[in-house]
């Protein structure tokens, strides 16, 4: 086998020497290379498996707000819509009153202004019972005047009246 070795051009001793080289290549490259090169890839799938942690829990926070949003939005659109119906209950009843109010005033105001009708009609007719009154004295008094005393024109003047008094259907 020697023979075949020194025939194929191999030196034994060249190629221990090469062997030795080859540990010791292998030996320094696992030391100083491949340890701190495994060493950095496990560091970063550490990493890369951190940030799967924090990207799950940031998807699960942003799922959480989002449902949170949108229960806050819900109850912003009920509390809205209440409050809508409420200033529309408020707004009906302020309308309604202020109409029951301009009803009542119409109301006092008409009763107001009959009470000064029947007042002023009452008056009239005093005026108008007086001026007949005056009036017949006066047609009794130039018809009669000279024929009469002043008792008996006295007493015709307040029969006058009287029968005036009795038909006074007539003035209303």
Do not use: C, H
Not at 53 to 63: F, H, Q, S
Request: overall charge negative; glycine content about 4%.
């Amino acid at each position: 086998m020697e023979s075949l070795i020194t025939n194929l051009g191999i030196d034994w001793k060249l190629l221990l020497a090469q062997a030795i080289n080859f540990g010791i290549l292998v030996y320094v490259l696992k030391r100083f290379v491949y340890a701190p090169v495994l060493e950095v890839l496990e560091k970063r799938r550490r990493e890369i498996a951190e940030t799967k942690v924090k990207e799950e829990l940031a998807d699960t926070r942003l799922t959480d707000i989002e449902s949170e949003k949108q229960s806050i939005l819900t109850s912003a659109r009920k509390e809205a819509q209440a409050i809508v119906v409420r200033a529309e209950t408020s707004a009906k009843s302020l309308l309604d009153e202020g109409v029951k109010r301009t009803e009542d005033q119409v109301e006092k105001i008409l009763k107001e202004g009959e009470e000064v009708l029947a007042a002023e009609r009452a008056q009239i007719r005093a005026e108008i019972k007086n001026e007949i009154g005056s009036v017949v004295a006066a047609a009794v008094e130039k018809t009669v005047g000279d024929f009469i005393s002043k008792e008996s024109e006295e007493r015709l003047k307040e029969e006058a009246l009287k029968l005036i008094r009795e038909n006074a259907e007539i003035f209303k």
